[in-house]
């Protein structure tokens, strides 16, 4: 066995206890979260603000969960990207019969050339809330909030240490390879999001003294992202933020893996541009992706070269080495799934051949992985549901082409991303 071998050896083992260093960090968090809460009597007004463009396939089942919160006062603000736009149409049906809930619904009327149509619509359904908003809380289309999501995300609040309050989504891995990936790569990311605090604007709360304070709306003018920026400039202004263990919210729709690929290298992209720890997320990245692949390549090498020993040792490294990421991928979900039963949510049992799926799809999402991560680093521009932005810098943001949601061609995936 030579000296290459070893140092690969090495690398590999490594990996397996840095990711479980994540895993040990993540779990010991999630279990916590015993923070001073809100009584009932104290709860404060909140506004849910709510941007659509497209229809999204669970859109109906989100608002129909946002009109049955178990919260005492709160109002919801919905901004859609145009009246022609399918989401308008959904929104309108959904609404239409209740009028126990305060609905706002609008137009997006001003849609800025500098910064993302989510960050314009943020701005123009936040400038409209009313004085007495003590809270502004954010969710995406393809979130299905239980009964006390609300009431569970506003709560931490009640700490005047803190301004901001998340939680995180969790992907059911589904049938295409593409939702595997996805699957895969989210519960690193989970991991990271819990170590770096970085906010999730699928399930957001935050203090509306604080975007006053933080003159976020000014910021968002000139954003691409309205979620991970957060960290930074609550951090700048001494303001903490509390992930809320209860709110794993599950995602169930299908991704191809062409779709995966452009949503992670948004995702990476955002994080480039906002994150204070983007060169730790980076390094971590690159290294998750070589040291396998080297162990791989490494293997077939010696192989040629008639290194038989060699080439055992990296092949059972390597297959240790994704038997342990199933195994911390077992924590995770034993973890989750004790959250979601507290709220008589399950998720599917994994068979046999789902674990033999599982083992193909992580060297998959790697190689995916290290292709979006580089993308990220090089790209100037991005598309995101059919739009097309400029990327100079995290404040220098041009929307390059717009066209409304419903003239896009239907059959490009691009656009539901």
Not at 107 to 136: F, G, H, M, N
Not at 180 to 192: F, K, P, S, T
Request: glycine share 4%; with cysteine; charged share 20%.
């Amino acid at each position: 066995m030579n000296t290459l071998t070893l140092i690969i050896v090495f690398g590999l083992l490594g990996l397996v206890l840095f990711e479980s260093y994540f895993t040990s960090v993540f779990i010991k968090s999630f279990s916590q979260n015993k923070r001073e809460l809100y009584e009932e009597n104290e709860l404060p007004k909140v506004a849910i603000a709510l941007c659509l463009r497209g229809a999204d396939p669970f859109l109906s089942d989100c608002l129909q969960a946002l009109l049955n919160q178990n919260y005492p006062q709160y109002e919801l603000k919905i901004v859609v990207d145009s009246e022609r736009d399918p989401a308008w149409k959904i929104a309108m049906e959904n609404l239409q019969h209740q009028t126990a809930i305060p609905v706002q619904i609008s137009p997006l009327r001003v849609r800025r050339e500098t910064c993302s149509l989510k960050c314009s619509a943020l701005i123009q359904a936040i400038s409209e809330l009313d004085a007495d908003c003590e809270i502004i809380a954010l969710i995406d289309a393809d979130t299905i909030p239980h009964v006390n999501w609300l009431r569970e995300l506003v709560s931490p609040l009640k700490d005047p240490k803190i301004g901001l309050t998340t939680g995180n989504r969790w992907y059911v891995p589904g049938k295409q390879w593409g939702t595997l990936c996805r699957y895969l790569w989210n519960i690193a990311a989970v991991g990271q999001m819990n170590l770096y605090r970085i906010p999730w604007g699928g399930t957001l709360a935050i203090k509306t003294e604080i975007v006053r304070q933080a003159r976020l709306l000014e910021k968002w003018k000139q954003a691409f992202g309205e979620d991970t920026m957060l960290c930074r400039v609550l951090q700048e202004e001494g303001i903490q933020i509390e992930s809320v263990a209860a709110l794993m919210m599950v995602n169930r729709e299908e991704c191809t893996l062409p779709n995966f690929r452009r949503w992670v290298s948004r995702q990476l992209l955002t994080a480039k541009l906002y994150h204070p720890g983007w060169r730790a997320i980076l390094i971590y990245g690159t290294i998750t992706c070589l040291i396998p692949a080297t162990t791989a390549l490494s293997t077939l090498i010696a192989l040629f070269a008639g290194q038989g020993f060699s080439a055992v040792v990296l092949t059972t490294s390597l297959f240790i080495y994704i038997i342990v990421l199933l195994g911390l991928i077992s924590v995770y979900e034993r973890a989750i799934r004790q959250k979601l039963a507290l709220r008589n949510e399950r998720l599917p049992d994994y068979s046999a051949r789902d674990l033999l799926r599982f083992m193909l799809a992580i060297p998959l999402t790697q190689l995916v992985c290290a292709i979006a991560l580089w993308q990220a680093m090089l790209t100037q521009q991005v598309e995101w549901r059919g739009i097309t932005y400029q990327i100079k810098g995290p404040w220098d943001i041009k929307l390059l082409e717009y066209f409304p949601y419903q003239y896009l061609n239907r059959t490009n995936p691009k656009t539901s991303l």
